[in-house]
């Protein structure tokens, strides 16, 4: 029997590159395409001898190329996407041209050879809802068109609509998974994102930088278990159409994070906090709570997280003293 096929769109990014080994570990075949733009070679370095991987450093806008790949394999993981915060609100135009035109070339791709499709989304699209845990069926709620940070949420409810417009409309299979906050190694602080930059700030010795007033939350989950269930999902026909919430279901607010992050190094840094407008831009709004409702997922395949915070963040740890 021939080895199942994946493409992994973003391949060599952070999450990308955890996925190709997850699936080359279980046996499938890797082809990946990434252009480096927050992604990088070093993420992949370690697979490039594997007989069963295979990786193309260009865009998704090259659609011969990526037609060709897509015909090629028998799943696409869309993972492709400006990330991090801190680069939405620098780069907003680049943000929703390729988060929405990126995923408009892999479906219109898949949709040509029927495909089966998972399209990374993101726990951004429940916006300012307050009302948690989010279950995957809640309102999105997002602010005003004039704060650029909900222009991330919005473009990618844009992909979530259309792939599920494919999947009605043209039967292609797909899947959509809303990721929580995921770390692990590999993951830079480079695009704002909190774990990283505390870490390599409490290393460092440098001053760990919370924003606004620190009381806002987040649920942390580890990269491993993400990836995981992304692979478990296209096992089940069960989760084609449907959406579906990945993350780790256990809330601790900003303040909290900077002091466990200082207590697991033993650094002597000191906790400061930096006004929301400094930090990002004039008026920027933050999301004050985001946990998942994890119903859907865990009865789907049973899905259960490996690590807790701590170990989370030890592993962080461990990874950013060795770079
Ligand atoms: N954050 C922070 N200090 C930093 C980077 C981020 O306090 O140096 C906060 C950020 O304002 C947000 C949370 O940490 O409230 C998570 O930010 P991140 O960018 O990692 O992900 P988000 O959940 O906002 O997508």
Redesign the pocket.
């Known amino acids: 029997m021939s080895r199942p096929s994946a493409l992994i769109t973003g391949g060599a990014g952070f999450i990308g590159s955890h996925l190709a080994e997850a699936l080359l570990a279980r046996g499938h075949e890797v082809a990946i395409i990434d252009d480096l733009s927050t992604g990088s070679i070093k993420n992949i370095a370690p697979l490039k001898g594997d007989p069963h991987f295979s990786y193309t450093i260009d865009t998704i806008a090259n659609a011969p190329l990526l037609a060709e790949l897509v015909d090629g394999c028998d799943v696409v993981y869309h993972l492709a996407a400006a990330v991090?915060?801190k680069l939405i609100v620098d780069s907003p135009v680049y943000t929703i041209e390729s988060n929405v035109g990126g995923t408009e070339a892999v479906l219109g791709a898949a949709a040509k050879k029927r495909k089966l499709v998972v399209v990374a989304s993101t726990s951004?699209v429940y916006g300012k809802n307050n009302d948690v845990p989010f279950r995957e069926d809640h309102d999105l709620v997002l602010g005003p068109t004039t704060k650029g940070r909900w222009s991330y949420a919005c473009s990618k409810a844009i992909d979530e609509f259309l792939a599920l417009a494919y999947f009605r409309e043209k039967g292609l299979p797909a899947i959509i998974a809303r990721l929580f906050?995921t770390v692990g190694p590999r993951q830079t602080g480079r695009y704002?994102?909190?774990l990283p930059?505390?870490v390599r700030q409490a290393l460092a010795g440098e001053p760990i930088?919370?924003?606004?007033d620190g009381t806002?939350s987040?649920c942390f989950s580890w990269v491993g278990d993400v990836v995981g269930a992304l692979v478990d999902l296209v096992e089940r026909p069960a989760a084609v159409g449907q959406v579906f919430n990945i993350g780790h279901d256990s809330e601790i607010n900003?303040a909290d994070l900077a002091a466990l992050v200082k207590a697991r190094t033993g650094s002597a840094s000191e906790i400061v906090y930096i006004p929301y407008d400094e930090?990002y831009e004039e008026g920027f709004e933050?999301?004050p709570r985001?946990v998942p409702d994890l119903t859907r997922i865990i009865d789907l395949i049973g899905f259960k997280p490996t690590k807790n915070l701590d170990q989370i963040v030890d592993a962080v740890i461990d990874y950013l003293k060795d770079q």
């Open positions: 991090g915060v951004e906050n704002g994102m909190v930059t505390f930088t919370v924003f606004g806002q987040r900003i930090a933050d999301m985001r």
